[in-house]
């Protein structure tokens, strides 16, 4: 590869950072790519630094020493984060999506790329400094919204089962009972978590927390500990959950079928009664 | 926001193009984010595109006139590329990955980002000329791959399910029989899924082929045509797949329990008999 100048070095060194979210990329990552002395790669670095903080988006970590290199975390500005959540909001408060039940039709912002990741970003940015090792949903709309928080952080993902499968090898499995009181199953492989992990519970919607409940459950019975619990939409009520400390992005207010009327607001402006 | 100097421009024109593969970005966009005029945003956009052409990488599409911008998707260098897959397959070649029935344990690869991300842009580069605008794949283990390939292409996902759920709609929903001759169902919410799409469908493994074709069938019976298969592994035997044309991205050529040994290659370097 033909060396490169300062402005292809600063468009490309921002795609690696883009590309590799979390990973710790050492110096020599860059000089060898670029064939660059590692004080021309500082430089861009810091140069890459400043373009971010002054966009007030995205974390770049530089870490000094023999063993040192960056890590970046694509997250959200306050204004990418709030516009985000609203436009979720106005999509979401459309009568159109109310489902028989009252439940209300998300499936197709959460599987959009477009979306999830931008959700995914934002939930990511909630839990890093607590300092999760691994991202843990359960089948089946959980995983899109997982995925892109563990893309955002540079994690592993891993998918509980709601019945054992060859294709995952031996597993752990518990028992619970749902807020409709209906006995559910949840596997998770062996090989999938490792003791001591601490692990970051995500899912698309919480109502009374059942579900959210087990996977924390499942964390402790596979000796790892819990770095936190995410959602992407909580219910109002019940205002208490089966889980004490979770963090939802949004909040389903209320949900009228007959009266064809669903609101939802982003959790911290959640209507005081 | 204070305006910005070139090499922060560059650094986030770069940081907004990864953040949105596939979206048709106006200059407006940029212009108005960065305060600069059309004609210096152009210049930054040709730079950028100067530093994606040095690397191989990427792809910049400048569309003029008035409802014009530029679309940029991550596609993967051939190195990249190349690199990729063989590391997978050395991954993949570990006899601590075989499982009873000679089943090959790869759900930690294909649900961590890092590799989904690099599994889905390669699959991405294989399929963007057939011009597909929706992915459509099957719970549970095909979801990671297919978000990912959604992702890269800036395309919604639908995912079908194995029975039908009201959070999903109304649906169409269709029976067939898997290689090991058990009767499976297939449903797809009619909200998800636009008659006259064209649509990619992306499965993390295919052995007879039953899935694809189910697959390939329910999309014909929502109105929408197929503009691809694409699976992450497929194995080497049976040879002849129920579905005519799938791209591969990797063969598993053997497994044998008692032996040991896994052999998996990449789909172009397949043994020849």
Same mark, same amino acid.
């Not at 499968?165 to 090898?169: A, K, L, P, Q, S």
């Given at each position: 590869?033909d060396?490169?100048n300062? $402005?292809?070095?600063?468009?490309?060194?921002? /795609?690696?950072? $883009?590309e590799?979210p979390?990973?710790?990329?050492?110096?020599?990552?860059?000089?060898?790519?670029?064939?660059?002395?590692?004080?021309?790669?500082?430089?861009d670095? &810091?140069?890459?630094k400043?373009?971010?903080?002054?966009?007030?988006?995205?974390?770049?970590?530089t870490?000094?020493? &023999?063993?040192?290199g960056?890590?970046y975390?694509?997250?959200?500005?306050?204004? !990418?984060?709030?516009?985000?959540?609203?436009?979720?909001?106005?999509l979401?408060?459309?009568?159109g999506?109310?489902?028989?039940?009252?439940?209300v039709?998300?499936t197709?912002l959460?599987?959009?790329?477009?979306?999830s990741?931008?959700?995914?970003?934002?939930?990511?940015?909630?839990f890093?400094d607590? !300092?999760?090792?691994?991202v843990?949903?359960?089948?089946?709309k959980?995983i899109?919204?997982?995925l892109?928080?563990?893309? &955002?952080?540079?994690?592993?993902?891993?998918?509980?089962?709601?019945?054992g499968?060859?294709?995952?090898?031996p597993?752990?499995?518990?028992?619970y009972?749902?807020?409709?009181?209906r006995i559910?199953?949840?596997t998770?492989?062996?090989?999938?978590?490792?003791?001591? $992990?601490?692990v970051?519970?995500?899912d698309d919607f919480? /109502?009374a927390g059942?579900t959210a409940r087990?996977m924390?459950?499942?964390v402790? !019975?596979?000796g790892?500990s819990? &770095?936190g619990?995410?959602?992407?939409v909580?219910?109002?009520v019940?205002? /208490? /959950?089966?889980v004490e400390?979770?963090?939802?992005?949004l909040?389903? !207010?209320?949900?009228?079928?007959?009266a064809?009327?669903?609101?939802?607001?982003p959790?911290?402006?959640?209507?005081?009664?």
């Open positions: 590869m060396r490169m300062r $402005s292809q070095r600063l468009v490309l060194i921002m /795609k690696l950072l $883009s590799r979390g990973e710790l990329l050492p110096l020599s990552f860059f000089t060898e790519r670029f064939g660059a002395a590692k004080s021309t790669i500082s430089e670095l &810091a140069l890459v400043e373009a971010l903080e002054a966009d007030g988006s995205g974390r770049l970590r870490h000094a020493g &023999a063993a040192g960056v890590q975390w694509p997250l959200p500005s306050r204004e !990418e984060e709030h516009a985000t959540l609203e436009e979720l909001c106005r979401l408060n459309d009568p999506r109310i489902l028989p039940g009252g439940f039709y998300m197709d959460i599987t959009h790329p477009h979306w990741a931008r959700i995914g970003a934002i939930m990511a940015a909630r890093i607590a !300092e999760p090792d691994v843990l949903t359960v089948e089946t959980g899109p919204l997982a892109m928080v563990a893309r &955002a952080l540079g994690l592993p993902m891993v998918v509980a089962r709601r019945e499968r060859v294709t995952e090898g597993s752990v499995t518990l028992h009972i749902s807020g409709s009181r559910h199953t949840m998770v492989g062996l090989r999938a978590l490792q003791r001591g $992990s601490r970051l519970v995500v919480m /109502k059942a087990a924390v459950d499942v402790g !019975e596979m790892c819990v &770095a619990v995410g959602v992407f909580a219910t109002a019940p205002e /208490k /959950k089966q400390r979770y963090v939802s992005l909040t389903l !207010e209320q949900v009228d079928e007959v064809r009327t669903v609101r939802v607001v959790a911290d402006r959640m209507t005081k009664e």
